[in-house]
């Protein structure tokens, strides 16, 4: 069985989701992984699947993409397996006026502690930037990375804060 890294995206319309589980589903291919949100108006998917090659993925696809209003690639990646994860989760969260540079910045500064970013998201409310971003940080870190949070959000007129996540209930 091959794993492949899926990716839809276009203008958002009903059914999207739909057609595009009922194509994998046709070609025997488990969904394992996926996230699909809506930015502005438009569509964004990534799964993971295992199942039939990419070509075959690929080909049939293509009746969903023929009219050009969707865009879809399919990739096949490595399996990386069960891993524990690399350390500690928590959730940074910034809010302020809306300037470049700020993503940049503050993942910049998780960077440089160890952080590892695994789920981002951000909104644009009027004049209101909100970034939530679920992170994994190295034991002990924590700490000191909330006084180097603060600094950089003071920088960027925006505030933040750090906190330990909640486990999933999946």
């Not at 995206?9 to 994998?24: F, H, T």
């Not at 003071?154 to 486990?167: F, I, M, W």
């Amino acid at each position: 069985m091959n794993e492949l890294a899926i990716t839809v995206i276009g203008r958002d319309r009903p059914g999207i989701v739909a057609d595009v589980a009922e194509v994998l589903a046709r070609l025997g291919a488990n969904l394992t992984d996926s996230t699909m949100t809506r930015l502005r108006g438009h569509f964004a998917m990534t799964l993971i699947c295992v199942g039939p090659s990419a070509a075959e993925v690929e080909a049939a696809l293509a009746t969903l993409t023929a009219d050009g209003q969707l865009l879809a690639t399919v990739r096949e990646v490595t399996p990386d397996g069960e891993t524990a994860p690399a350390g500690e989760p928590y959730v940074m969260a910034v809010h302020g006026a809306d300037r470049m540079g700020i993503v940049a910045a503050m993942t910049r500064v998780l960077t440089e502690a160890g952080g590892n970013v695994t789920d981002l998201s951000t909104r644009l409310v009027g004049s209101l930037y909100v970034v939530v971003a679920e992170v994994e940080l190295p034991p002990g870190a924590a700490e000191p990375l909330a006084v180097r949070l603060t600094e950089a959000a003071a920088n960027l007129g925006v505030d933040v804060t750090l906190r330990p996540a909640e486990p999933d209930l999946l």
